[in-house]
């Protein structure tokens, strides 16, 4: 299975990104999005203000690939495995590829067909969340 290699780079380190191998298949889906995390204390009051203390935004890419064989599989989940993990990508909001680390939400992989020499899976799909 030919697989285009272009989107996305994943690494254990920052410096790990320059290499030939860091190149994760294309997945059929990313969606780019913002998180604003607030202080602890921020909320609405009691007459309705809402008090925003805004420490920080981080990225979240919510990644899916279609039709992936056994082996295919196995790599993209093995990439994003360790605790955290840097992660070469093009920024809808810079609109240039940026370099940052990130952690794992939960994983899910829905399993096609089990056939002999047809064992792929239909969707593996996850979240990643910048630290």
Same mark, same amino acid.
């Given at each position: 299975?030919?697989? /285009?290699?272009?989107i996305?780079?994943? *690494?254990? $380190?920052?410096?790990g %990104?320059? +290499?030939?191998?860091a ?17 602890s ?17 981080k990225?979240?890419?919510?990644? /899916? ?5 056994? *082996?295919t $599989?196995?790599?993209? %989940?093995? +990439? ?32 096609h ?19």
């Amino acid at each position: 299975m030919a697989v /285009s290699k272009t989107i996305l780079k994943v *690494a254990t $380190t920052k410096a790990g %990104l320059d +290499a030939s191998t860091a190149w994760i298949p294309d997945p059929s889906s990313l969606q780019w999005g913002i998180q604003s995390v607030s202080a602890s204390n921020a909320g609405r009051s009691m007459d309705g203000k809402m008090h925003v203390e805004l420490v920080t935004r981080k990225r979240k890419l919510e990644l /899916s690939w279609s039709g992936v064989d056994f *082996a295919t $599989t196995a790599e993209i %989940l093995q +990439a994003f495995n360790p605790e955290t993990f840097w992660v070469e990508y093009m920024d809808a909001q810079t609109g240039q590829r940026e370099k940052k680390q990130f952690y794992v939400g939960d994983r899910t992989a829905m399993v096609h067909s089990y056939a002999e020499g047809y064992r792929w899976y239909s969707t593996v799909a996850f979240n990643i969340i910048e630290v």
